[in-house]
């Protein structure tokens, strides 16, 4: 996972409350997402960014918010937090080149109570 | 909804064995990727293989696509205790330039010594 940061690594939450994931790189990427990844399930995108300034919903944008702060955060934001958001949360990054691969945070564990 | 199905959800095998896991889509691609995700960690990349193409290797790894079938394998030969994890295969439908991956569901591999 070198290359992309998140933060934090674990975080409880009461319903109702509202937190911001972090996630940052350093390989100078232009694209970034957030996924969730629910028990036993795949992942599923939440939100994209194809470059700065850009943002897009994913598959499941219902509840998040997003800001591409600049090329290298992208900040996942929880306005009203859910028991159906608790998932791990990761953000991932790909750059425009023939490489098609994804690189991957180590994730942030969030629960809500 | 996810676009691939792994097959099968979950495999058991000795050290040394090969293990082989499937993964059926539902529209077209450009590529596809596998990813190796270790509990509690990011998923990491392995192997893409693209729509023109119907094997590929990389290591102990090979994997095929059928695009008339809407499927692919990876086949990891000689197993060791360390592929212990999750494998997902990820397809990419996105328009040149920019990727948005669709994870599959995923294949628990646990690798016995």
């Not at chain 2, 959800?9 to 270790?38: F, P, V």
């Amino acid at each position: 996972n070198a290359g992309v940061t998140q933060t934090p690594k674990f975080q409880v939450l009461k319903t109702g409350q509202s937190m911001t994931l972090q996630c940052a790189q350093d390989m100078n990427h232009n694209s970034m997402y957030w996924y969730r990844q629910d028990p036993g399930m795949g992942l599923r995108l939440i939100y994209y960014s194809a470059s700065e300034g850009t943002t897009d919903k994913g598959e499941v944008p219902n509840g998040y918010n997003v800001s591409r702060l600049n090329k290298r955060e992208f900040s996942l934001r929880l306005e009203s937090a859910a028991p159906s958001q608790t998932s791990v949360y990761f953000c991932a990054i790909r750059s425009w080149s023939d490489s098609y691969e994804q690189y991957f945070g180590p994730g942030t564990r969030l629960t809500v109570t | 909804s996810q676009q691939g199905e792994e097959d099968p959800q979950a495999l058991s095998i000795q050290e040394g064995e090969n293990a082989t896991m499937n993964c059926s889509y539902k529209t077209s691609i450009n590529n596809l990727q596998w990813y190796r995700q270790n509990s509690g960690r990011g998923l990491v990349h392995l192997i893409l293989i693209r729509s023109n193409e119907r094997e590929k290797h990389s290591g102990r790894l090979r994997v095929t696509l059928d695009t008339s079938k809407k499927s692919s394998s990876l086949l990891i030969t000689a197993s060791r205790a360390a592929d212990t994890a999750s494998y997902f295969c990820a397809t990419d439908r996105g328009n040149t330039g920019f990727q948005k991956l669709v994870f599959g569901t995923g294949t628990r591999l646990l690798v016995s010594p």
